[in-house]
């Protein structure tokens, strides 16, 4: 089992609208960019919402993301491992102390109001 605590975000279109045929459609440039702004912002407050002792576990704070087959797209925000002056292998013990201790509270909701945002970019097309 890992240490580290990762909080992957994927959503296909599909997945979104109730499984919609027509979402199969590619996942396109302003619709990508509003999900990269969400992960962007849940990865900030996830920065500001870490406890700062050495600065190791802030500094193993990472965000990812990819498009996946042109119609999903994934975003990854973990933290663990590498981390500034220190290796980090504690981060899962911290989340689960839960209340200010939980930098990953909150970000769901962030997460999903850009893909809500997403969504509604689509059907304008």
Known sequence: MSDN???????S??????HVEAMSDPINFR??????LGLEL???????????????????GRSSSDIINGSAWEG???YGGDGQP?????????????GDHDFMRG????????????????WRE
């Not at 920065?47 to 193993?60: A, D, E, P």
């Not at 220190?86 to 839960?98: L, M, S, T």
């Open 86 to 98: 220190h290796f980090v292998d504690y981060a899962i013990y911290e989340q689960a102390r839960g």
């Open 5 to 11: 605590v990762k909080l992957q975000w994927d959503k």
């Open 31 to 36: 619709e990508t960019r509003e999900l990269e």
């Open 76 to 78: 990854i925000i973990e």
């Open 42 to 60: 849940a990865f900030s407050q996830s920065q500001s919402q870490t406890h700062v002792i050495s600065g190791s576990l802030k500094s193993s």
């Open 107 to 122: 970000l769901a909701e962030i997460l999903d109001t850009a893909m809500e945002n997403a969504i509604r970019l689509h």
């Open 13 to 18: 279109m599909d997945d979104m609208i109730d």
